[in-house]
């Protein structure tokens, strides 16, 4: 064969016989299963996530990959690593071209973090819930006139202060305020609030950029100016940083008032972390496209700006993991109750109050406006909570005869009865103690309505008693001695998130009590945990999966004498 007819035929011919079998053998090993590409899929995205804050913090510089064509920096500390003193003014009004100033930071380092309580002047526009815009411009430290744009440079950036909100609801006491509850009717109608913080933030990193390969997040704020010998140098990079403007900083303006008070807070900032910001309010902006609210993106928000940046690298790369063991859970649950025909050794009764307090929960996370973040996966549990319920009590439909329950079996029967006698000690301590709270919460408690109390008065005893009901499933392993009835893949997967979860339970805002139930939760995985180990899985048993660990034993082959006696 000439060296054309090689390359033109043997790779064709070498394709089916290499790469084929070795799929084949991948796929009866499990080398491609849901699990385990999944398990791949999160090692590329950690991986991706760790080069992108690496090039985030360490963008292409002059010099690099043989670069010439620079642009340096019009401002730069000295070698002793002293930046020159400066000037930043603040303005306030109505509309951007007809500002007033508001206050003059004279002779300020911009190395040094600083915070200053500034009062406003509210216009009669703004207060008849109008708007209020705020601009700050950086100058030389010696220029004195008037109008900034008489100095040899000045940077600028503006920001509306004002936001259109409904106004938040007030609590009372239902029992002792009866006749002011009519009078306290919500409004939908939003009204004007003022942002009391004005974060403004200064890149202190005075490095030379190649010009090609100018971050994609400077290249909007880059403002250059020729200096003697006609090159071209940037000016300070100087913004305000809409990231740290939250929703818990807003402030009603009510028409009485005729001043605010604003908290101007300035803080040097990395190229990293203002690359970092710049790029995630550019999502969040994107995110309201597809009508996320202000509340949603305010908890996204508190994650950058209120957490640690080593926390929050480790919460980016925990929350890929949360999400790769909530699939991993969510399809072994699905195959396990799918498959389930028995409800022998699991508790009927516990299925059911998982279903009703999820209901509760998912009601109550709504009365408080909680973030999708937290809402939208309650909101799923409800929904799966009640098909596992359906599988449970073997409910059919049909147009002639509707709903039906199905017959249990000998051993369903018994596991139930054993579910029903610790249900009964249950009801008998659960009872006064979720009355006794619900009547305490009425006297002492301020609510927003009956509905608020009603359903604050069920969340508290789900959160505070709920994890009883857990009791039962563990009342019915002790009796039977068995755990091997118990979906455990679906479940250790769902037990480590409980642990990940606890280091959410301190990053997103959530009611203290939803907080304290991520700790509960550790407590029952750690029981199940004990019983596991106190009552080991019969290998010869087949598990939900139709699997069984027993290997066969396979007959002695006889010797070559006992072959010759036989």
């Known amino acids: 064969m000439d060296s054309v007819d090689y390359v033109n035929n043997y790779p064709i011919s070498i394709i089916p016989s290499t790469i084929i079998?070795?799929?084949?053998?991948?796929?009866?090993?499990?080398?491609?299963?849901?699990?385990?590409?999944?398990?791949?899929?999160?090692?590329?995205?950690?991986?991706?996530?760790?080069?992108?804050?690496?090039?985030?913090?360490?963008?292409?510089l002059c010099g690099d990959e043989g670069e010439t064509r620079c642009i340096e920096p019009l401002i730069a500390p000295s070698s002793s690593f002293q930046w020159p003193l400066l000037q930043l003014r603040v303005y306030a009004g109505v509309r951007e071209h007809s500002m007033a100033?508001?206050?003059?930071?004279?002779?300020?380092?911009?190395?040094?973090?600083?915070?200053?309580?500034?009062?406003?002047?509210?216009?009669?526009?703004t207060r008849a819930n109008g708007t209020l815009m705020a601009k700050v411009i950086l100058l030389p430290a010696d220029f004195n006139e008037e109008k900034p744009s008489m100095a040899r440079w000045y940077v600028e950036d503006t920001v509306s202060l004002s936001q259109w909100k409904a106004p938040a609801v007030e609590s009372f006491n239902l029992m002792g305020e009866e006749k002011k509850a009519g009078e306290k009717k919500s409004t939908e109608r939003p009204v004007t609030h003022i942002k009391s913080v004005l974060p403004i933030r200064f890149c202190d990193q005075a490095v030379a950029f190649a010009v090609k390969n100018i971050p994609i997040?400077?290249?909007?704020?880059?403002?250059?100016?020729?200096?003697?010998?006609?090159?071209?140098?940037?000016?300070?990079?100087?913004?305000?940083?809409?990231?740290?403007?939250?929703t818990k900083h807003l402030n009603q303006v009510k028409p009485?008032?005729?001043?605010?008070?604003?908290?101007?807070?300035?803080?040097?900032?990395?190229?990293?972390?203002?690359?970092l910001f710049i790029s995630?309010?550019?999502?969040?902006?994107?995110?309201?496209?597809?009508?996320?609210?202000?509340?949603?993106?305010?908890?996204?928000?508190?994650?950058?700006?209120?957490?640690?940046?080593?926390?929050?690298?480790?919460?980016i790369l925990v929350s890929a993991l949360h999400l790769c063991f909530d699939f991993l859970a969510f399809k072994n649950d699905i195959s396990f109750w799918r498959n389930?025909?028995?409800?022998?050794?699991?508790?009927?009764?516990?299925?059911?109050?998982?279903?009703?307090?999820s209901t509760i929960v998912f009601f109550y996370l709504m009365e408080h406006k909680t973030s999708m973040l937290v809402l939208v996966p309650s909101g799923l549990t409800v929904l799966i909570e009640y098909w596992k319920v359906g599988k449970a009590l073997k409910v059919s439909f049909s147009f002639r005869g509707g709903f039906q329950l199905g017959a249990q079996s000998q051993e369903e029967v018994e596991t139930d009865s054993i579910d029903s006698q610790a249900m009964y000690y249950l009801t008998a301590l659960l009872i006064p103690l979720c009355l006794g709270g619900a009547v305490y919460s009425?006297?002492?408690?301020?609510?927003?309505?009956?509905?608020?109390?009603?359903?604050?008065?069920?969340?508290?005893?789900?959160?505070?008693?709920?994890?009883?009901?857990?009791?039962?499933?563990?009342?019915?392993?002790?009796?039977?001695?068995?755990?091997?009835?118990?979906?455990?893949?679906?479940f250790m997967y769902k037990a480590f998130n409980t642990f990940i979860d606890d280091l959410f339970a301190f990053i997103i805002t959530m009611p203290t009590a939803h907080r304290v139930a991520c700790f509960r939760d550790d407590i029952v995985f750690l029981v199940y945990l004990y019983?596991?180990?106190?009552?080991?899985?019969?290998?010869?048993?087949?598990?939900e999966y139709g699997e069984d660990f027993v290997e066969e034993e396979k007959p002695l082959e006889k010797t070559s004498e006992e072959k010759k006696k036989d």
């Open 442 to 490: 009425l006297l002492y408690m301020p609510h927003r309505s009956w509905k608020s109390w009603i359903l604050e008065t069920a969340a508290n005893g789900v959160y505070a008693f709920g994890f009883l009901f857990m009791l039962p499933q563990l009342f019915v392993n002790y009796k039977l001695k068995s755990v091997a009835h118990l979906p455990w893949r679906a």
């Open 21 to 60: 079998p070795f799929f084949r053998s991948g796929l009866a090993m499990g080398w491609f299963s849901l699990g385990t590409l999944t398990g791949l899929a999160f090692l590329f995205y950690a991986g991706h996530t760790m080069n992108y804050f690496y090039t985030l913090f360490h963008p292409p």
């Open 531 to 543: 019983q596991r180990w106190l009552y080991p899985v019969d290998k010869s048993r087949v598990n």
């Open 101 to 125: 100033l508001v206050h003059t930071f004279r002779h300020f380092d911009v190395g040094k973090e600083f915070e200053k309580e500034v009062t406003f002047d509210l216009p009669k526009q």
């Open 340 to 357: 389930k025909k028995s409800m022998e050794g699991l508790s009927t009764k516990t299925l059911i109050w998982r279903a009703v307090s």
């Open 280 to 315: 995630t309010e550019v999502s969040l902006n994107n995110l309201l496209q597809l009508h996320l609210t202000e509340d949603d993106l305010d908890e996204v928000k508190g994650i950058f700006v209120d957490t640690n940046p080593l926390l929050l690298s480790l919460t």
């Open 256 to 275: 009485s008032n005729d001043t605010t008070t604003v908290l101007v807070s300035y803080s040097p900032s990395s190229i990293g972390k203002m690359r």
């Open 217 to 246: 997040e400077f290249r909007h704020m880059i403002q250059t100016q020729q200096v003697k010998g006609g090159s071209h140098k940037y000016l300070p990079l100087m913004r305000i940083e809409h990231l740290s403007m939250r």
